[in-house]
């Protein structure tokens, strides 16, 4: 086989002939490409090509795998731990010309798109339906980025992450065959899960070119509530007694009083600057004052200081986009400096103790840092303000942010609870999954004999 920069020249010329002017190889296109949000070290793709089509997809996976070059799928480009960076050249696939929404079957509950589609997009076309797509990573992700990462946000405790809202995928696999896993019953029991095997793959296995997703009634009424604590052990005992109660809340986030400090600031808001939990409730409108009330009474019971809740729909989006601004709230503490950001998950029991633990070790570090989860899932995520010119800063960062993870495994957490592992976490693949990371290894040989899957992440751990 020619060396890797010949081979994907001739892939780059092969292409040119098949997709014409949606295969580009001018430099800022090539840069745009060449990171995502993180702080690793970007790396360009040779080319980058736009498909429509899942032909096109196919084309350009059996070119490559003709000449062995490598392949990255790529969405919105949001993920957050080195995902897209092409570390070994070759051709980046975007999605984002695989756009179209194929079909909304209400009486069914699903939709039916391609991976470039938004979460935004979908939801404004369903507006009429009266049914929406509930997963919300806060940044407009594409589906097919999503399902890639199994990414959730706020509304997974309610709706679920990206594992449960995904029935049925069509993808392209590394050697250019299209293949139909799952289908539009809600269950089945036939052969391998290989829908949840592409779920969560991070483009390693092969490029996911339509998506067959849940959707759920937009509920009849929605209220939230917001109240703060005197302590964050405090906090975060009401959410595990409101989860263990049974109480089936919508959204409840958590943000200590440095990030509410910052969004105070920021989104121009006057709550009291301690650790406060943010409720959202959905269903009928007497069922939403049934579960405010009984929040109320079990978030008092941990001192819960000032509940209010509201029904007006003004309020309740001021609240949720001071929330999604969170990062940008963040970044505005220090301006000039970047977020190096954590991401883990623990059982709901051992949330308390991992946040007191997090936040201790920012207080002991001479980092500035917040913290906010999704804690209805035992979910939370660090950000610490980071000098971009000062190396110490990052290390430091680095090191907090891996005892972040080492403490959540030695409790029977995750690395990751839903931002992934891409670059950043592919070093604790091992320590989280033991021997099952050569099952993996195996799935990835099988698969993607040539490595040229997204190479350098997930399948190429160590
Ligand atoms: C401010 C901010 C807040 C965020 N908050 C959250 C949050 O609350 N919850 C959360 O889950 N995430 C969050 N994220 C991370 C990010 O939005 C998610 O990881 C998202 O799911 C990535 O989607 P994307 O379209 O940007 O994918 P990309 O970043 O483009 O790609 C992600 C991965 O999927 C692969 N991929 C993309 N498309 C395909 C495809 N069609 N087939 C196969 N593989 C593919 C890529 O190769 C890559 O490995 C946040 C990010 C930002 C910037």
């Known amino acids: 086989m020619d060396d890797l920069v010949t081979a994907a020249t001739r892939v780059v010329a092969e292409l040119k002939a098949v997709l014409g002017d949606r295969l580009i190889t001018s430099a800022a296109v090539r840069e745009h490409h060449s990171h995502d949000t993180s702080r690793l070290r970007p790396h360009l793709p040779d080319a980058v090509a736009f498909p429509r089509t899942e032909e ?114 069509r993808v392209v696999t590394p050697d250019g065959t299209a293949i139909q896993t799952g289908s539009r019953a809600r269950k089945s029991s036939t052969g391998y899960d290989l829908t949840h095997l592409f779920v969560g793959a991070e483009g390693t296995l092969g490029v996911i070119t339509e998506l067959t997703v849940r959707l759920h009634p937009i509920p009849e009424a929605v209220s939230s ?86 029904a007006d729909a003004d309020q309740r989006t001021k609240l949720w986009q001071a929330r999604h601004d969170m990062f940008w709230a963040t970044k505005a503490i220090i301006p000039g400096y970047d977020l190096y950001t954590g991401d883990i998950c623990v059982p709901i029991s051992r949330l308390a103790d991992s946040i007191v633990a997090a936040r201790a070790d ?70 989280e999954h033991g021997k099952a990371v050569d099952v993996m290894k195996k799935i990835k040989a099988a698969l993607d004999p040539l490595g040229i899957m997204n190479p350098g992440k997930m399948g190429d751990e160590g």
Request: aromatic content about 6%.
């Open 225 to 310: 509530a917001i109240c703060s604590f005197p302590t964050v052990a405090n906090a975060v005992e009401a959410v595990i007694e409101a989860v263990q109660y049974g109480i089936p809340v919508a959204r409840v986030e958590f943000m200590d009083e440095v990030a509410i400090a910052a969004t105070n600031s920021y989104s121009r808001l006057d709550l009291p600057v301690a650790p406060t939990l943010f409720f959202e409730f959905h269903g009928t409108q007497a069922w939403v004052e049934e579960q405010a009330r009984l929040v109320e009474e079990i978030t008092l019971g941990h001192d819960a200081i000032g509940f209010r809740w509201t």
């Open 362 to 431: 920012i207080d002991a570090s001479s980092l500035k840092g917040q913290i906010i989860g999704h804690v209805g899932d035992g979910n939370f995520h660090t950000a610490y303000l980071i000098d971009p010119d000062n190396p110490a800063h990052l290390q430091e960062a680095e090191e907090m942010a891996d005892r972040l993870v080492e403490r959540a495994l030695a409790v029977g957490g995750t690395a990751s609870g839903e931002h992934g592992i891409g670059m950043a976490k592919l070093k604790f693949m091992r320590k």
């Open 56 to 169: 096109d997809v196919q084309a350009i996976v059996a070119a490559c795998a003709a000449h062995g070059v490598p392949v990255v799928p790529f969405g919105a480009g949001s993920s957050m731990e080195g995902h897209t960076i092409p570390v070994r050249g070759g051709i980046t696939l975007d999605t984002r010309e695989m756009n179209r929404i194929l079909e909304i079957r209400p009486e069914d509950l699903l939709a039916v798109v391609q991976p470039g589609v938004t979460r935004k997009q979908l939801n404004v076309e369903l507006r009429e339906t009266g049914l929406m797509f509930s997963v919300d990573p806060g940044a407009d992700a594409s589906i097919g980025g999503m399902a890639s990462t199994r990414g959730s946000g706020t509304t997974a405790v309610r709706y679920g992450t990206m594992r449960e809202n995904v029935l049925a995928l």
